[in-house]
């Protein structure tokens, strides 16, 4: 495997750590607040917010 490809997995991973990591749990429901990274062809952050149980806002900040 080339070191490239290992350096993406890395950053894949450690992106969806990440997200887990940050997602606060709200009870029975689940979690209200989530953070995250993306990664591929539009690579950033990103941010979700559940205001009631079945509406959210979600926020994405990329670069290609």
């Known amino acids: 495997m080339k ?3 290992r350096i993406c997995l890395l950053i894949i ?7 887990h990591c ?3 749990h709200g009870g029975k429901e689940g979690y209200t607040t989530a953070f995250g990274l993306r ?13 009631v ?7 994405i900040v990329g670069q290609e």
């Open 3 to 5: 070191t490239t490809t």
């Open 13 to 19: 991973m450690t992106g969806i750590i990440n997200g």
């Open 22 to 24: 940050f997602a606060r």
């Open 39 to 51: 990664g591929g062809p539009l690579y950033g952050l990103t941010l979700k917010y559940f205001m």
């Open 53 to 59: 149980p079945n509406n959210a806002l979600e926020f």
